[in-house]
């Protein structure tokens, strides 16, 4: 027995509305059951209520980490492993949440705002379209191939997807972080639309060079680059 194709994308489908039934109590889980329910229906043909209601309980992940999990307790469930489902239920999630904001909240979204931002400066504002291509082709593959994994190697699939999303290779992709910024820092002195000079785009961008030597965290470069930006804007 094994799910259909046709279930696994419904279950793909559901996974990207996960976070539409948010709440304080159990966070995502409403959104997760809605998600894994046609796997469980497969599953568990006779009576789903049971089954589903045990994913009820507090379930928090980064969102393009779902279908992953998903895929892992589907097959657990296939193979009736329910004491291993309630072993990995504290830590699966939160394990890869911690891999998943690291690669895209704190990597390819600064890094996809950057080229985003140098495609207007460019004056080219339809390179936005394949940027925001990019970034969504990336977390849909993520998440087609996390589904897959977990479904076809349990535990083990969750393993893989955390070996691809390794701290080591997001913190090498996130090198390009200050090239790009001081890329658009450059730009913004010739940018018409901007009244900024040259030796202030130079002060902003050794300022956010000094920021990242002194590993304040990308976060404050980019804050602190908006704040120097502001405050000059407003002297004028």
């Known amino acids: 027995?094994?799910?259909?194709?046709?279930?696994s994308a419904k279950i793909l489908w559901r996974s990207l509305?996960?976070?539409?039934?948010?709440?304080?109590?159990?966070m995502q889980n409403i959104g997760f059951v809605y998600a894994m329910l046609p796997g469980l229906k497969k599953v568990h043909s006779a009576d789903v209520d049971g089954p589903a209601a045990k994913y009820l309980n507090f379930f928090n992940t980064h969102p393009y980490m779902a279908p992953a999990i998903a895929g892992v307790f589907l097959?657990?469930?296939?193979?009736g492993d329910g004491e291993t489902i309630e072993k990995l239920k504290p830590t699966?999630?939160?394990?890869?949440?911690?891999?998943?904001?690291?690669?895209?909240?704190?990597?390819?979204?600064?890094?996809?705002?950057?080229l985003l931002l140098l495609?207007?400066?460019?004056?080219h504002p339809w390179g936005i379209v394949p940027v925001l291509l990019l970034y969504n082709g990336v977390h849909f593959w993520i998440m087609a191939w996390g589904f897959n994994r977990g479904y076809r190697n349990g535990p083990g699939g969750a393993l893989e997807l955390g070996g691809?999303?390794?701290?080591k290779r997001t913190k090498r992709m996130s090198y390009s972080i200050p090239l790009l910024a001081g890329m658009a820092l450059a730009a913004l002195s010739l940018w018409k639309?901007?009244?900024?000079?040259?030796?202030?785009?130079?002060?902003?961008?050794?300022?956010?060079l000094a920021a990242f030597r002194l590993r304040l965290g990308?976060?404050?470069?980019?804050?602190?680059?908006?704040?120097?930006?502001?405050?000059?804007?407003?002297?004028?």
Do not use: C, H, R
Request: charged share 10%; proline share 1%.
């Open 218 to 236: 990308v976060f404050w470069i980019f804050y602190g680059v908006f704040t120097l930006s502001l405050v000059w804007t407003i002297i004028q």
């Open 92 to 114: 699966i999630s939160g394990s890869l949440a911690a891999l998943g904001d690291t690669f895209f909240w704190a990597s390819l979204k600064p890094i996809v705002a950057l």
């Open 75 to 79: 097959k657990l469930e296939e193979q």
């Open 164 to 167: 691809l999303l390794s701290i």
């Open 17 to 26: 509305f996960i976070q539409g039934a948010w709440n304080f109590k159990g």
């Open 119 to 123: 495609t207007v400066m460019a004056d």
């Open 193 to 208: 639309a901007a009244d900024v000079n040259l030796g202030m785009s130079l002060l902003i961008f050794i300022g956010a």
């Open 1 to 7: 027995m094994g799910l259909s194709k046709g279930t």
